[in-house]
Each structure stands twice: as C-alpha cells, then as structure tokens.
C-alpha cells in the first residue's frame, strides 16, 4: 500500500495536506475557546501569544528554509511536525499565561521547518517526475484539499473538546500531529532533490545569498512580499481577535461556544472550497496571481469592515464568513502559487522562506500595535485598523504593473 501511494507524489501530497489541515484547523479552534473561556486572557495578552510565536517563526525561518534547501525537504516536515506535536501539546496542559506563551514558540519553530520545504519537495518530485506543468495546479489542490480536511478536523476535535473537554482535544491534536510526522518519515519518497555533499556552512550561505538576490531583484517576487508585509500587519488582529469580538457581541446562549466555533469555521471552510476551486480552474493564465491576489485581498477588506461595524453577534459572524472563510483560503495560496512560479529549484525553499518572514514581520509590528489599541480603545476599532492595511495591501498590487504581463523566468 505505501508502494502504490508513493507512486504518485501529487496524491499523496494532496492527502498529506488534507491530513495536516485537518490536526491544525481543528486545534486552532479548540484553542481559541481554551484561551478566551478557560484562561480567560485579554486582548493584549491574546496578541502577545501571536507576536512570540511570529518572532520564533522570523528568527528561524530563514536558517530552516536553507536546512530545506542544502540537507532534505522530506525531514524538514518530519522534524517541523515533531516540535510543533510538541508545542500543540504544550498548550493543552496549561492556562497560565507564560508557558502558553512557551507553547506557541515551540509551534512557531516547527512551522518554519515546513514553510517553503513542503512546495519546494512537490515541486521538485514533480518535476523528477516530468510534470512540472502540473506545479501550480497541484499547490492551488492541497489548499482546497486542505479546507476539506480542515472541516473533518475541526468536527472531529470540536466533537472531542465539547463531550470531553477542550484540553483533552488539544492533546489529541498534538499526539495525532506527531504521529503524522512518522508517516511522512516512512512513506514520502525524495526523488527529485540531490542532498548537498560539500561544504554544508558555505553552500547554505551561498544558497542564503542566491535566494536574496532573486527575492529582492525580481518584481513580481518583491512584490509579493511588500504586499504581504502590509496585509499581515493587519491579520494578526483579526486571527486572535476574533473570536473574543464575537463573544463581546454576545453569541445566543443556546449553544456551548465550541460548537459556535465549530459551526462558523465549518460553513466558512466549504466556501473556501468553492473559492479555491474557483482559483484553481484559473491560475495558470498570465496575470492570474496578480488579478486573483487583488479580488480576495478585496474580498477580506469588506469582511473586516462588516466585522468591525458589526452591532451583534449574527452580524460579526457574517463578516468573519467572509473574511476567514472566503478571504484567509485564497490569498495564501495566490501569494505561494506566485513567488513559487518565479523560483529557481535550488533556492525554492528558501524563497518560500522569505514569503514566510514576510508575514512574520508584519504581524509582529501590526500585532501588538493593534493589541494595545483593542485593548484601550475596542476591538472594533483594531479591526477598522486592519481593513485599512488590507486595502493597501491590495491597492499596492493593482497598482503595479509587476505580474500584470509575461516576464523572463529568472536566471
């Protein structure tokens, strides 16, 4: 069985990422409850835990990036999904502040070792493979591969935290997340990259200084990462933010806050199916990344509005739909479908890398500036703050001609 799994590297990337998504979509949900319920944290201190884990993911990100580009892509999952296992764990056994706040390092740590490394070994296998026309469709598939998963995810740990209590469902979630990584050490193949024999410091610094050069000299590339800069200024907030929003608003009564959650994410997951099939029947064409970027970025600004104006909590509920739901599938897709178009194979990973510090460094600078102004002035007032930096997020995309027509692949 694993022989006939291996055999196709597109499937069983796809599988991988609908299994991934399912562990982390249902943790983040139960997660969120076990924060604003149970350890009953402020705005701030909710914020606080995003921007720890953004500054271990900025610091490790790039060093983890070029481990992916000179040693393995495989094992860099592998040893991601063992820390992170870890840190999930972690999380579960506490409510006091300071080791959350440990916990979410130790995930920000073992995400940089996936970020870039698992686009950089499909693209390579693919590509080992002679298909590498299938790159960008098969990306734009794990992240519809990835919402469905999410959804069996988020209702099965939604399930287990509401009969058995949330902690007990964020322990499963990390146990499950380990023991994926096993599966990834035994049946992954690593075709199509060549394992560095020399110098390993010196070819990691020249494959550092390589993806810098490409990262910052091409257009559509630096693009990318501006606009990412501004947006995820922005995101922070509303990733932390919004379920304490919608119990501020006061959801009915009738239900426990988990199967709200549950329920939300839920819906918001099967139209982001429909969105990134949508995305997926139409990036390949020229320009696409850039056109797809502006709408969904678009599409964020008016949920963020809805949710900020929002007098109760039916109506936050609409506009975290739109934002979360809709919005958060596309955009992440678009930004690693376009930077990976552009990459050369031997620093794949670590331009990836860059896209990923990217976001780093605008949550960690628009994180706890609107952390500070939820917790003195509203939230909604934060969430105004994020929409603006959306828009100019997607107003500097549409504004510029990088993306727009066919350019030299890069050299």
């Known amino acids: ?114 970020s870039g490394a698992d686009i950089a070994w499909i693209s390579d296998e693919l590509a080992h493979a002679g298909r590498e026309s299938e790159v960008d469709r ?16 988020i209702i099965v740990l939604g399930t287990i935290g509401w009969i058995g209590g949330v902690d007990s469902a964020i322990i499963v979630a990390g146990t499950v997340f380990i023991l994926l990584g096993l599966a990834v050490a035994v049946v992954f193949p690593e075709n199509g990259f060549t394992r560095s024999d020399g110098d390993h410091l010196a070819e990691s610094l020249e494959i550092f200084r390589t993806g810098s050069r ?26 932390r933010l919004f379920f304490k929003h919608l119990d501020d608003l006061g959801l009915p009564g009738t239900l426990d806050p988990v199967l709200w959650i549950m329920g939300l994410t839920v819906v918001g997951s ?3 199916v429909l969105a990134l099939r949508f995305v997926e029947a139409r990036i390949d064409g020229v320009g696409a990344p850039r056109r797809l970027y502006v709408l969904s970025v678009g599409i964020a600004v008016l949920g963020t509005i809805v949710m900020a104006a929002a007098p109760e909590a039916i ?24 930077v990976n178009r552009r990459a050369t194979s031997d620093v794949r990973a670590t331009v990836q890398s860059f896209l990923g510090q990217a976001e780093s460094i605008g949550e960690i600078s ?6 500070a102004l939820a917790e003195s002035a509203g939230v909604p007032w934060a969430f105004t703050c994020s929409a603006a930096l959306f828009f100019l997020s997607a107003l500097l995309v549409w504004r510029s001609p990088a993306g727009k027509e066919l350019e030299p692949s890069p050299a």
Request: glycine share 12%; proline share 3%; net charge neutral.
């Open 138 to 153: 098969t990306i734009t598939a794990s992240a519809r591969w990835k919402q469905i998963g999410g959804i069996v995810g």
């Open 315 to 338: 109506t936050g509920l609409a506009g975290t739909f739109i934002t979360r739901g809709i919005a958060w599938s596309v955009i992440p897709v678009v930004a690693a479908t376009w």
């Open 366 to 371: 628009g994180g706890i500036a609107l952390g």
């Open 214 to 239: 490409l990262a910052f000299r091409d257009r559509q590339i630096g693009l990318v990462l501006a606009a990412t800069l501004l947006l995820n200024g922005g995101a922070e907030a509303i990733d």
């Open 270 to 272: 099967l139209a982001g």
């Open 1 to 114: 069985m694993i022989d006939r799994l291996s055999s196709d590297p597109a499937a069983l990337f796809l599988r991988w990422a609908g299994a991934w998504s399912a562990i982390m979509r249902g943790y983040f949900i139960v997660v969120s409850v076990w924060w604003v319920i149970d350890a009953e944290l402020s705005p701030l201190q909710l914020v606080v835990l995003g921007t720890a884990l953004e500054i271990s993911v900025l610091v490790g990100e790039i060093p983890t990036g070029v481990v992916a580009d000179t040693f393995s892509r495989k094992w860099s999952l592998v040893i991601s999904q063992m820390i992170m296992g870890a840190g999930i764990i972690m999380s579960g056994l506490t409510v006091s502040f300071w080791p959350l706040v440990i916990s979410q390092v130790l995930w920000g740590l073992g995400w940089t070792f996936t």
